[in-house]
Protein backbone atom coordinates (compact mmCIF):
# COMPACT_ATOMS: atom_id res chain seq x y z
CA UNK A 1 0.00 0.00 0.00
CA UNK A 2 2.85 2.21 0.32
CA UNK A 3 2.44 3.62 -3.52
CA UNK A 4 -0.94 4.37 -2.83
CA UNK A 5 -1.10 5.90 0.52
CA UNK A 6 1.35 8.70 0.75
CA UNK A 7 0.70 12.12 2.00
CA UNK A 8 1.74 13.80 -1.23
CA UNK A 9 -0.18 11.93 -3.76
CA UNK A 10 -3.25 9.58 -4.30
CA UNK A 11 -5.55 11.09 -2.92
CA UNK A 12 -6.29 13.91 -5.80
CA UNK A 13 -8.15 17.29 -5.04
CA UNK A 14 -9.25 16.40 -1.21
CA UNK A 15 -5.36 15.68 -0.28
CA UNK A 16 -4.47 18.85 -2.72
CA UNK A 17 -6.33 21.25 -1.20
CA UNK A 18 -5.92 19.78 2.49
CA UNK A 19 -1.82 20.04 1.94
CA UNK A 20 -1.74 23.46 0.50
CA UNK A 21 -4.16 24.34 3.19
CA UNK A 22 -1.62 23.08 6.13
CA UNK A 23 1.23 22.49 4.29
CA UNK A 24 3.40 19.68 4.82
CA UNK A 25 5.65 20.33 8.09
CA UNK A 26 6.98 17.69 10.06
CA UNK A 27 7.67 20.11 12.84
CA UNK A 28 4.46 21.18 13.22
CA UNK A 29 3.20 20.77 16.89
CA UNK A 30 0.22 18.31 15.91
CA UNK A 31 1.33 15.43 16.24
CA UNK A 32 -0.68 12.30 15.93
CA UNK A 33 -1.42 12.08 19.70
CA UNK A 34 -2.73 15.70 19.63
CA UNK A 35 -4.48 15.30 16.08
CA UNK A 36 -6.51 12.14 17.58
CA UNK A 37 -7.35 14.29 21.28
CA UNK A 38 -8.63 16.98 19.16
CA UNK A 39 -11.06 15.20 17.46
CA UNK A 40 -11.91 12.75 20.36
CA UNK A 41 -12.20 16.79 22.26
CA UNK A 42 -14.68 17.93 19.28
CA UNK A 43 -16.46 14.81 19.61
CA UNK A 44 -17.06 14.99 23.47
CA UNK A 45 -18.15 18.44 23.09
CA UNK A 46 -21.04 17.65 20.77
CA UNK A 47 -22.14 14.92 22.34
CA UNK A 48 -22.85 17.33 25.04
CA UNK A 49 -25.88 18.49 23.09
CA UNK A 50 -27.14 14.73 22.95
CA UNK A 51 -26.70 14.18 26.56
CA UNK A 52 -28.82 17.63 27.13
CA UNK A 53 -31.26 16.75 24.51
CA UNK A 54 -31.86 12.64 25.66
CA UNK A 55 -31.91 13.95 29.71
CA UNK A 56 -34.44 16.55 28.91
CA UNK A 57 -37.01 13.78 26.76
CA UNK A 58 -35.97 10.79 29.22
CA UNK A 59 -37.13 13.13 32.35
CA UNK A 60 -40.17 14.54 30.66
CA UNK A 61 -41.26 11.00 30.17
CA UNK A 62 -40.40 9.21 33.34
CA UNK A 63 -41.41 11.93 35.61
CA UNK A 64 -45.00 11.62 36.71
CA UNK A 65 -47.30 13.14 39.29
CA UNK A 66 -48.62 11.72 42.10
CA UNK A 67 -51.01 12.33 44.77
CA UNK A 68 -49.80 12.31 48.61
CA UNK A 69 -51.32 13.00 52.27
CA UNK A 70 -48.84 15.79 51.99
CA UNK A 71 -50.08 16.91 48.59
CA UNK A 72 -48.69 16.72 45.30
CA UNK A 73 -45.32 14.81 44.43
CA UNK A 74 -43.98 13.29 41.41
CA UNK A 75 -42.42 9.47 40.88
CA UNK A 76 -39.02 9.41 38.71
CA UNK A 77 -39.08 5.79 37.56
CA UNK A 78 -36.16 5.41 34.50
CA UNK A 79 -35.16 2.06 32.67
CA UNK A 80 -33.07 0.40 30.21
CA UNK A 81 -36.07 -0.02 27.94
CA UNK A 82 -37.01 3.86 28.38
CA UNK A 83 -32.90 4.75 27.42
CA UNK A 84 -33.17 2.35 24.62
CA UNK A 85 -36.49 3.33 22.95
CA UNK A 86 -37.49 4.29 19.63
CA UNK A 87 -37.83 7.91 20.32
CA UNK A 88 -34.49 7.86 22.66
CA UNK A 89 -32.58 6.21 20.28
CA UNK A 90 -33.95 8.80 17.44
CA UNK A 91 -33.12 11.77 19.06
CA UNK A 92 -29.35 10.97 19.31
CA UNK A 93 -29.71 10.52 15.52
CA UNK A 94 -30.95 13.74 14.60
CA UNK A 95 -28.60 15.81 17.73
CA UNK A 96 -25.40 14.23 15.69
CA UNK A 97 -26.38 17.70 13.55
CA UNK A 98 -23.90 19.02 15.92
CA UNK A 99 -21.43 16.92 15.61
CA UNK A 100 -21.17 18.09 11.72
CA UNK A 101 -21.49 21.65 13.00
CA UNK A 102 -18.92 21.69 15.79
CA UNK A 103 -16.36 19.84 13.17
CA UNK A 104 -17.21 21.40 10.10
CA UNK A 105 -16.77 25.08 12.13
CA UNK A 106 -13.77 24.19 13.79
CA UNK A 107 -11.85 23.00 10.60
CA UNK A 108 -12.39 25.61 8.71
CA UNK A 109 -12.24 28.66 11.50
CA UNK A 110 -10.03 27.42 13.72
CA UNK A 111 -7.79 24.99 11.46
CA UNK A 112 -8.48 27.11 8.38
CA UNK A 113 -8.99 23.91 6.43
CA UNK A 114 -11.23 24.16 3.10
CA UNK A 115 -14.51 22.56 2.58
CA UNK A 116 -13.22 20.50 -0.55
CA UNK A 117 -10.67 19.66 1.87
CA UNK A 118 -13.07 17.57 4.55
CA UNK A 119 -14.96 16.51 0.95
CA UNK A 120 -17.31 18.73 0.63
CA UNK A 121 -17.38 19.04 -3.06
CA UNK A 122 -20.52 19.33 -5.27
CA UNK A 123 -19.36 17.48 -8.14
CA UNK A 124 -20.79 13.98 -8.68
CA UNK A 125 -22.59 14.55 -5.07
CA UNK A 126 -25.99 13.28 -6.06
CA UNK A 127 -23.95 9.98 -8.04
CA UNK A 128 -21.51 9.34 -5.36
CA UNK A 129 -24.21 9.52 -2.79
CA UNK A 130 -26.54 6.70 -4.36
CA UNK A 131 -23.12 4.89 -5.48
CA UNK A 132 -22.49 4.33 -1.99
CA UNK A 133 -26.17 3.44 -0.84
CA UNK A 134 -27.03 0.91 -3.77
CA UNK A 135 -23.06 -0.52 -2.71
CA UNK A 136 -24.36 -0.74 1.25
CA UNK A 137 -27.65 -2.48 -0.11
CA UNK A 138 -25.79 -4.87 -1.89
CA UNK A 139 -23.76 -5.71 0.55
CA UNK A 140 -26.97 -5.99 3.02
CA UNK A 141 -28.70 -8.04 0.80
CA UNK A 142 -26.08 -10.48 0.30
CA UNK A 143 -25.18 -10.52 4.39
CA UNK A 144 -29.36 -11.38 4.35
CA UNK A 145 -28.88 -14.44 2.21
CA UNK A 146 -26.18 -15.80 3.84
CA UNK A 147 -27.70 -15.98 7.22
CA UNK A 148 -31.15 -17.03 5.57
CA UNK A 149 -29.55 -19.57 4.34
CA UNK A 150 -27.12 -20.97 6.72
CA UNK A 151 -30.14 -20.79 9.43
CA UNK A 152 -28.33 -18.19 11.17
CA UNK A 153 -31.31 -15.47 11.43
CA UNK A 154 -34.57 -15.59 10.04
CA UNK A 155 -37.06 -12.72 9.48
CA UNK A 156 -40.87 -11.93 9.53
CA UNK A 157 -43.51 -9.23 8.73
CA UNK A 158 -43.30 -6.86 10.90
CA UNK A 159 -45.88 -4.05 11.37
CA UNK A 160 -44.15 -0.98 10.50
CA UNK A 161 -44.91 2.48 11.65
CA UNK A 162 -44.04 4.23 8.60
CA UNK A 163 -43.83 7.90 9.83
CA UNK A 164 -41.34 6.62 12.39
CA UNK A 165 -39.14 4.65 9.93
CA UNK A 166 -39.11 8.07 7.89
CA UNK A 167 -37.67 9.86 10.66
CA UNK A 168 -34.99 7.05 11.38
CA UNK A 169 -33.84 7.54 7.81
CA UNK A 170 -33.33 11.29 8.37
CA UNK A 171 -31.49 10.40 10.95
CA UNK A 172 -28.90 7.83 9.74
CA UNK A 173 -28.52 10.56 6.95
CA UNK A 174 -27.21 13.33 10.03
CA UNK A 175 -25.65 9.95 11.68
CA UNK A 176 -23.46 8.59 8.58
CA UNK A 177 -22.30 11.77 7.72
CA UNK A 178 -21.33 13.25 10.93
CA UNK A 179 -19.10 10.16 11.89
CA UNK A 180 -17.85 10.27 8.51
CA UNK A 181 -16.87 13.98 8.59
CA UNK A 182 -15.33 13.31 11.82
CA UNK A 183 -13.07 9.88 10.94
CA UNK A 184 -12.51 10.45 7.42
CA UNK A 185 -12.89 13.91 6.57
CA UNK A 186 -11.30 15.77 9.88
CA UNK A 187 -9.22 13.01 11.00
CA UNK A 188 -7.31 11.87 7.47
CA UNK A 189 -6.61 15.65 6.39
CA UNK A 190 -5.74 16.39 10.37
CA UNK A 191 -3.34 13.81 10.71
CA UNK A 192 -1.55 13.81 6.99
CA UNK A 193 -0.15 17.53 8.07
CA UNK A 194 2.48 15.24 9.77
CA UNK A 195 1.95 11.79 8.64
CA UNK A 196 1.10 10.03 5.76
CA UNK A 197 -2.35 9.07 4.70
CA UNK A 198 -1.50 5.37 5.41
CA UNK A 199 -1.23 6.49 8.95
CA UNK A 200 -4.03 8.68 8.93
CA UNK A 201 -6.33 5.98 7.77
CA UNK A 202 -5.04 3.40 10.14
CA UNK A 203 -5.19 5.54 13.05
CA UNK A 204 -8.67 6.91 11.91
CA UNK A 205 -10.11 3.55 11.57
CA UNK A 206 -8.86 2.53 14.81
CA UNK A 207 -10.39 5.54 16.20
CA UNK A 208 -13.66 4.87 15.10
CA UNK A 209 -14.12 1.05 16.17
CA UNK A 210 -13.14 2.56 19.72
CA UNK A 211 -15.80 4.92 19.90
CA UNK A 212 -18.44 2.00 18.97
CA UNK A 213 -16.52 -0.42 21.58
CA UNK A 214 -19.22 1.34 23.85
CA UNK A 215 -22.04 1.01 22.71
CA UNK A 216 -24.78 -0.94 24.78
CA UNK A 217 -24.37 -4.79 23.79
CA UNK A 218 -22.63 -7.53 22.35
CA UNK A 219 -19.17 -6.16 21.41
CA UNK A 220 -16.85 -9.04 20.61
CA UNK A 221 -13.23 -9.29 18.58
CA UNK A 222 -14.44 -9.76 15.51
CA UNK A 223 -16.97 -6.60 15.71
CA UNK A 224 -13.86 -5.09 16.63
CA UNK A 225 -12.09 -6.01 13.95
CA UNK A 226 -15.30 -5.54 11.21
CA UNK A 227 -15.45 -1.68 12.79
CA UNK A 228 -11.86 -1.19 11.88
CA UNK A 229 -12.62 -2.69 8.65
CA UNK A 230 -15.37 -0.34 7.79
CA UNK A 231 -12.97 2.45 8.90
CA UNK A 232 -10.26 1.49 6.80
CA UNK A 233 -12.88 0.57 3.33
CA UNK A 234 -14.75 3.87 4.09
CA UNK A 235 -11.65 5.49 4.32
CA UNK A 236 -10.92 3.81 0.77
CA UNK A 237 -13.93 5.50 -0.65
CA UNK A 238 -13.08 8.77 0.63
CA UNK A 239 -9.73 8.70 -1.35
CA UNK A 240 -10.92 7.07 -4.09
CA UNK A 241 -14.08 9.67 -5.10
CA UNK A 242 -12.31 12.58 -3.37
CA UNK A 243 -15.37 13.65 -1.90
CA UNK A 244 -17.31 13.04 1.27
CA UNK A 245 -20.42 11.76 -0.35
CA UNK A 246 -19.66 8.32 -1.50
CA UNK A 247 -18.65 7.24 2.29
CA UNK A 248 -21.25 9.32 3.51
CA UNK A 249 -23.97 7.57 1.58
CA UNK A 250 -22.67 3.51 2.18
CA UNK A 251 -22.66 4.36 6.21
CA UNK A 252 -25.82 6.05 6.36
CA UNK A 253 -27.56 3.21 3.98
CA UNK A 254 -25.29 0.21 5.81
CA UNK A 255 -27.44 1.22 9.14
CA UNK A 256 -30.56 2.13 7.80
CA UNK A 257 -31.34 -1.22 5.99
CA UNK A 258 -29.15 -3.48 8.74
CA UNK A 259 -31.75 -2.05 11.28
CA UNK A 260 -34.57 -0.07 10.12
CA UNK A 261 -35.12 -2.81 7.05
CA UNK A 262 -34.00 -5.65 8.58
CA UNK A 263 -34.61 -5.12 12.09
CA UNK A 264 -31.09 -6.25 13.35
CA UNK A 265 -29.03 -4.12 15.88
CA UNK A 266 -27.05 -1.68 14.64
CA UNK A 267 -23.84 -1.86 16.51
CA UNK A 268 -25.24 -3.34 19.56
CA UNK A 269 -28.11 -0.93 19.05
CA UNK A 270 -31.83 -2.46 18.82
CA UNK A 271 -33.82 -0.38 15.92
CA UNK A 272 -37.37 -0.11 15.10
CA UNK A 273 -37.72 -1.94 12.16
CA UNK A 274 -39.77 -3.25 8.68
CA UNK A 275 -39.27 -6.83 9.68
CA UNK A 276 -38.15 -8.79 12.78
CA UNK A 277 -35.56 -10.62 13.20
CA UNK A 278 -34.88 -13.62 14.95
CA UNK A 279 -31.39 -14.65 15.93
CA UNK A 280 -30.04 -18.24 16.15
CA UNK A 281 -27.82 -18.15 19.28
CA UNK A 282 -25.81 -21.06 18.68
CA UNK A 283 -24.18 -19.18 15.07
CA UNK A 284 -23.12 -16.02 16.43
CA UNK A 285 -20.44 -16.19 14.15
CA UNK A 286 -22.40 -15.87 11.21
CA UNK A 287 -25.29 -12.93 12.74
CA UNK A 288 -23.07 -11.17 14.87
CA UNK A 289 -25.27 -12.52 18.14
CA UNK A 290 -26.01 -9.53 20.14
CA UNK A 291 -24.26 -6.64 18.35
CA UNK A 292 -25.83 -7.47 14.86
CA UNK A 293 -24.03 -8.54 11.40
CA UNK A 294 -21.22 -6.66 12.07
CA UNK A 295 -20.08 -9.00 14.95
CA UNK A 296 -20.02 -11.69 12.12
CA UNK A 297 -17.01 -13.11 10.05
CA UNK A 298 -19.78 -12.76 6.78
CA UNK A 299 -19.14 -9.50 7.27
CA UNK A 300 -15.70 -9.61 8.30
CA UNK A 301 -15.19 -11.13 4.41
CA UNK A 302 -17.12 -8.74 2.45
CA UNK A 303 -15.06 -5.73 4.15
CA UNK A 304 -11.75 -7.45 3.80
CA UNK A 305 -12.62 -7.96 -0.24
CA UNK A 306 -14.05 -4.20 -0.15
CA UNK A 307 -10.76 -3.12 0.44
CA UNK A 308 -8.83 -5.09 -1.46
CA UNK A 309 -10.94 -3.86 -4.55
CA UNK A 310 -10.60 -0.35 -3.69
CA UNK A 311 -6.97 -0.63 -3.28
CA UNK A 312 -6.88 -1.39 -6.94
CA UNK A 313 -9.59 0.89 -8.09
CA UNK A 314 -7.05 3.37 -6.23
CA UNK A 315 -3.79 2.23 -7.82
CA UNK A 316 -5.35 2.04 -10.91
CA UNK A 317 -6.77 5.45 -10.59
CA UNK A 318 -3.48 6.50 -9.63
CA UNK A 319 -1.65 5.18 -12.45
Not at 108 to 134: D, I, M
Not at 185 to 191: D, M
Not at 275 to 281: I, Q, R, V, W
Not at 284 to 294: A, H, K, P, R
Amino acid sequence: MKGIYEASSGMGEVSESALKTYGKDKKTNNNLFISISKAVGLFFASQMFSMILITVYLVHTSLTKKETAEGVGFNFSLGKSEILSANSILIILLSEIFMIAIFVLYARFKEKLSFRSLGFVTKNLPLSYLAGGAGASLCMLVLALICKATGAMTFTHDAANTPLLILFAIGFVIQGLAEEVMCRGFLIAHITRRYSVKTAVIASSILFALLHAFNPSGISLVALINLFLFGVFASQMFLYSENIWLCAGFHTVWNYVQGNVLGVPVSGVPIPSFFKMTANENMSLINGGNFGLEGGIPVTIILAAGCVILYFLIKRKKK
